[in-house]
Nanobody, 124 residues
Framework: VQLQASGGGLVQAGDSLTLSCTVSSETFSTSMAWFRQAPGKEREFVAVFGWMDQRYYGDSVKGRFTISKDNDKNTVYLQMNNLKPEDTAVYYC????????????????????WGQGTQVTVSS
């Protein structure tokens, strides 16, 4: 199983960017999530598209980011609006095969499969 993340780049504050993550196995992924890691900081939860199509967001991105999924393309998207310099990080997508409760869906420890990461840099 492979996850391929793409869409990162250098943007200015207030701009928008959409990240994509495609998973290689059609039947593998139950929930797909995005996490991010800024330099010198721990990896943090950004958003998840859960096994019942539930969507959860980290507090710092609520109202600005939207996660969606295209089952036909085995792809999850992260639409990021009104980007801020503090959104600068490497963004990782992750997938799991289990029907997890919310508390575990937002935890990186729950995910066994990860993409390679894509850099998002927001200049002020």
């Amino acid at each position: 199983v492979q996850l391929q993340a793409s869409g990162g780049g250098l943007v200015q504050a207030g701009d928008s960017l959409t990240l994509s993550c495609t998973v290689s196995s059609e039947t593998f992924s139950t929930s797909m999530a995005w996490f991010r890691q800024a330099p010198g900081k721990e990896r943090e939860f950004v958003a998840v598209f859960g096994w019942m199509d539930q969507r959860y967001y980290g507090d710092s991105v609520k109202g600005r980011f939207t996660i969606s999924k295209d089952n036909d393309k085995n792809t999850v998207y992260l639409q990021m609006n009104n980007l801020k310099p503090e959104d600068t990080a490497v963004y990782y997508c992750a997938a799991d095969r289990y029907r997890l409760p919310r508390a575990q869906l937002v935890s990186q420890k729950s995910y066994d499969y990860w993409g390679q990461g894509t850099q998002v840099t927001v200049s002020s």
